[in-house]
């Protein structure tokens, strides 16, 4: 079993930042990938960016520039920075945790970017 607990969500102007945290706890193994997903009213739920264990990273070309995905492995926390944020990016954000292609979710926190 695995757990996963975001915080950090909430409402904010547009140009502002917010920073989600998400902890992950339980079956861990060590060869995983953490990351954050989003989905807004209406549409999919589509990668953000993800982080390995050993710190190579993946953006979404809307967040490059704007967003910083990290990791604290001896947390198993994996965070997301969020700068020069817009109406665009409001959605329900997700953790994940991708175990050899199995993915676990976080139940996810609600971003609304006001204009």
């Known amino acids: 079993q695995v757990q996963l607990v975001e915080s950090g969500g909430g409402l904010v102007q547009a140009g502002g930042s917010l920073r989600l945290s998400c902890a992950a706890s339980?079956?861990?193994?060590?060869?995983?990938?953490m990351g954050w997903h989003r989905q807004a009213p209406g549409k999919q739920r589509e990668l953000v960016a993800e982080i390995t264990r050993g710190g190579s990273t993946n953006y979404d070309d809307s967040v490059k520039g704007r967003f910083t995905i990290s990791r604290d492995n001896a947390k198993n926390t994996v965070y997301l920075q969020m700068n020069s944020l817009k109406p665009e990016d409001t959605a329900v954000y997700f953790c994940?945790?991708?175990?050899?292609?199995?993915?676990?979710w976080g139940k996810g926190t609600l971003v609304t970017v006001s204009s």
């Open positions: 339980g079956s861990i193994f060590s060869n995983n990938i």
């Open positions: 994940a945790l991708r175990i050899v292609g199995t993915y676990y």
